[in-house]
């Protein structure tokens, strides 16, 4: 039994669900670019609209899984679509950097939308897998460089025998669409009507996902290889070096660049602090090394030369005490 809440919100449904429907035709048969203000203005309305119809569908609870398709009024199964019209104004908007998210939020409607005909058994068809994860796509990636022969040659019937039941849907629908919208419609024609456009939306939402699929695995590997870009771009590079004249001295530098004012001249002892400054030295480093043995070297040899000093001292003192003064000096014998 409706409540009263219910009561009020039902005589706005049907023109929430008509206005947000007749904004998503509009976007589709635009002239003017996608991303224009006008188109983008119809589209964040359609969202919202049908934003408002999904929660009043969602506090009537209109649709129970306790029930076959058989048991919905014809009239109230265009609010089925919900969900499908969701993903098809989700896919208009432009927003590059968010563009990732909105392939998601589209593709997830579009699988609300499936799976809702799938419990309802609108028509046949298989529910695509979930492909959301990186280690689904990595896995995905690697089947894909051996493509099965066999499934892609049923996927391409599969998809001419869809593109043929669109062809006859729409022919149908055609037919129908000016009884069921003046009114002048049994309920047999009302729900052959709707029924058609569930089965149109099936065949569109399959391939909706298909195209998202492709194009999220694309967005991922371009992040990927914009970040290894930029890894590898961060790294500290030497600065290049501009062309120069190499003089001996700061003299023989003017009389070289008088004749070639346009490139610049460089000392030899300016090329060495240049070249000395980015480490670019052929023997940068080895002349420290080399100057720490040689001050070892030394440090060494001043030691050695401490130690036979002391022992000649120690020698000589050792020589007095056994050798009289004035011994061994004969220029002063008589």
């Not at 669900?17 to 589209?43: C, H, I, M, W, Y």
């Not at 964040?44 to 129970?64: C, I, N, P, R």
């Not at 968010?98 to 799976?115: P, V």
């Not at 070096?241 to 001249?265: C, E, H, N, W």
Request: overall charge negative; glycine content about 4%.
């Amino acid at each position: 039994m409706a409540t009263a809440e219910d009561e009020l919100l039902l005589p706005r449904l049907p023109e929430l669900f008509e206005a947000g429907k007749q904004l998503l035709d509009e976007v589709e048969v635009a002239t003017e670019p996608t991303g224009s203000r006008l188109v983008q203005d119809k589209v964040f309305k359609g969202l919202d609209l049908l934003d408002k119809v999904a929660e009043m569908l969602s506090q009537l609870d209109l649709f129970s899984q306790n029930e076959d398709l058989e048991e919905i009024a014809s009239a109230d199964l265009k609010y089925l679509l919900v969900p499908a019209f969701q993903g098809a104004l989700t896919m208009k908007q432009v927003n590059p950097s968010k563009r990732l998210d909105h392939l998601q939020w589209a593709r997830e409607h579009f699988i609300n939308y499936l799976t809702q005909c799938h419990y309802y058994h609108v028509a046949e068809f298989e529910l695509p897998k979930m492909k959301n994860n990186s280690a689904e796509n990595s896995t995905a990636s690697s089947s894909m460089a051996y493509p099965n022969l066999v499934a892609m040659a049923s996927q391409r019937q599969a998809k001419i025998e869809r593109y043929k039941q669109q062809k006859e849907m729409e022919n149908r629908l055609s037919a129908l669409k000016s009884g069921v919208e003046s009114g002048q419609a049994d309920d047999e024609r009302v729900r052959e009507y709707y029924l058609l456009h569930l089965r149109r939306w099936i065949g569109i939402s399959l391939e909706e996902i298909e195209s998202i699929d492709q194009e999220i695995k694309i967005l991922r590997e371009k992040d990927f290889s914009k970040v290894a870009s930029t890894s590898h771009s961060s790294r500290q590079e030497r600065p290049p070096m501009k062309p120069f004249i190499l003089t001996r001295d700061t003299a023989q530098a003017k009389v070289f660049g008088a004749g070639y004012p346009s490139l610049a001249t460089m000392t030899v002892n300016d090329w060495y602090e240049q070249h000395r400054k980015y480490g670019t030295l052929p023997d940068q480093g080895i002349i420290k090394t080399t100057a720490a043995h040689q001050q070892e070297d030394q440090e060494q040899k001043e030691e050695e030369d401490d130690e036979k000093t002391l022992h000649r001292t120690r020698e000589w003192d050792d020589w007095k005490d056994t050798h009289p003064r004035g011994y061994g000096n004969r220029q002063n014998m008589g």
